[in-house]
């Protein structure tokens, strides 16, 4: 994908797509690169279900469906149209007071805010990519950078490129002090080392880094950040001069996992002291409905901030895309029936406990290895064994795995055809690549999807890794 929108003169496709279409060097470079959902949009439109059975079974996406039919019954019995909130510009694209209020106090008493929250310090968006593409436009310019720790949501990609063309500099971690495996990527020392070094390379190639984004709990790989290592970002930033935007969209789909029961619970930035560590106007919450209220299409989310410059100029472009005040107040409500989310929350994480057990012993039934995970609705899935030959597949040293090596190229193709089988079964996954990982071999499932719906994709998933096995015979 190219990153650039500078350096497009002689990239074909680009110049084509221009003159055929008539389009800016922007727009050419969107449609040739970076338009992930249109080519999609086929196989989203036909989700399997039981009366569905050609449909395709969608474990790619990051979708908690458990709680659907809940959250579709608590909005119906809101909707109440209240012509003076809901069919006139109302209070504007900043969002409506009574959801701005609802989220200062979610964030105040559920995030355990230090600082107190007010409705001014919050602006609604149309979901969190919203949030962050206006974010990104608002602190960076063009050609500007943002660092993000690897391996990263690959939506992160789409919101700071594919508008702003800001660039994302993946902070790496491979032959870092300290580091030996992805427990690792969570430790504070191993995470100091890796900025430093990372920002340093960016500056280097003449990058100016503005902001770091994280994601708390961490997406692909479905755990918590502690303490210690989010007050090492915050310090980070403080001393480069930069933002700290930290999207918590999955802090309510935690959920305890046997397996470890030492992890990480969540810790909201808001809640650590970090006075003289880094400027409050420089720290910035995301927030969202999309996955702790089961509700990606509602598109509704936040940004939590104490920077009136930003608040003003997301302002300024939020007119193009604001959701509708009706729908804002069916969130607020959400949020300020406590009874309601409190049974809500804890039906929801019984649900993900019982999902991720039906996952996780069908893996271990079939020997598929996976990250254990106690946050999020995915788990990172370790396939690196199928793209070797079956020669190599039983040393442990993967480094023949990693993005750098000479081979690289080939285990790419191997991922990606691991992903076409699973397509042309009927089941939609995620490989490890688009999130930006340094070894291939990895791939993103989720597990919050129906019961039934589960079973037949992970079926259609066995079925499809037997027939890798069988290609695999021609590996070398
Ligand atoms: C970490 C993270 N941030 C942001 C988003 C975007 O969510 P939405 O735009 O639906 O609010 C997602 C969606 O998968 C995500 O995983």
């Known amino acids: ?29 969107n449609f040739a690169y970076r338009d ?67 989220a200062a106090a979610l964030l105040n008493e559920q995030f355990h805010s230090r600082t107190r929250i007010t409705y001014d310090n919050i602006i609604v968006t149309p979901g969190l990519a919203s949030a962050i593409d206006g974010i990104t436009f608002a602190i960076c310019n063009e050609g500007d950078g943002i660092l993000i720790p690897q391996p990263l949501y690959n939506g992160f990609n789409v ?23 992805l427990d690792d990527l969570f430790r504070p020392e191993v995470n100091r080392l890796a900025l430093e070094a990372t920002i340093h390379h960016a500056r280097e190639e003449g990058i100016n880094v503005r902001a770091l984004l994280v994601s708390n709990p961490h997406n692909p790989l479905g755990r918590c ?20 935007i930290s999207d918590e969209i999955y802090a309510f789909s935690v959920f305890p996992n046997p397996q470890i029961p030492m992890a990480t619970k969540f810790t909201s930035i808001l ?56 729908l804002q107040d069916a969130w607020a409500a959400m949020m300020e029936n406590k009874l309601w989310l ?39 899935v370790d396939l690196r064994h199928l793209l070797v030959a079956k020669s190599a597949a039983q040393q442990s040293d993967h480094s023949a795995l990693r993005v750098t090596s000479p081979n ?25 690549h688009v999130y930006v990982p340094e070894e291939y071999g990895w791939f993103r499932i989720t597990f919050t999807v129906g019961k039934e719906a589960l079973q037949e994709g992970l079926e259609r998933f066995m079925a499809s890794i037997k027939q890798v096995e069988a290609e695999r015979q021609s590996w070398k």
Request: aromatic content about 10%; glycine content about 10%.
């Open 271 to 326: 809640s650590l002291d970090l006075v003289g560590v880094i400027y409050p106007s420089r720290m910035h919450v995301l927030y969202g409905a999309s996955k702790d209220f089961c509700a990606n299409g509602l598109r509704m989310g936040f940004v939590c901030t104490k920077n009136e410059g930003i608040m003003g100029a997301m302002s300024s472009i939020g007119i193009f895309s604001w959701s509708p005040h009706i």
């Open 342 to 380: 409190d049974r809500f929350m804890a039906q929801k994480r019984n649900l993900m406990v019982e999902r991720y057990k039906t996952t996780t012993s069908f893996f271990a039934k079939h020997g598929i290895p996976f990250y254990e995970m106690n946050a999020g609705l995915f788990i990172w």
């Open 1 to 29: 994908m190219t990153s650039d929108t500078n350096s497009v003169e002689n990239d074909e496709h680009v110049q084509s797509t221009l003159s055929k279409y008539h389009l800016s060097i922007r727009g050419a470079c």
């Open 36 to 102: 992930v959902w249109g080519p999609r949009e086929k196989s989203m439109g036909d989700p399997w279900s039981p009366s569905n059975p050609n449909g395709t079974v969608i474990l790619r996406l990051a979708e908690n469906s458990l709680m659907h039919e809940e959250v579709g019954e608590f909005i119906r019995e809101q909707m109440n149209v209240l012509p003076v909130d809901h069919l006139t510009y109302s209070t504007g694209p900043r969002g409506s007071r009574r959801l701005r209020s609802a």
């Open 225 to 244: 950040y502690p303490p210690e290592t989010l007050r090492e970002f915050a310090s980070f930033c403080g001393r480069n001069d930069l933002h700290l």
């Open 408 to 432: 690289g190229p080939v285990f790419l193709r191997r991922e990606l055809r691991i992903a076409e089988i699973c397509m042309k079964n009927g089941v939609m996954i995620a490989p490890g």
């Open 159 to 181: 919101d700071i490129q594919n508008r702003s063309n800001v660039r994302v500099v993946g902070v790496k971690y491979e032959g870092i002090e300290g580091f030996g495996g």
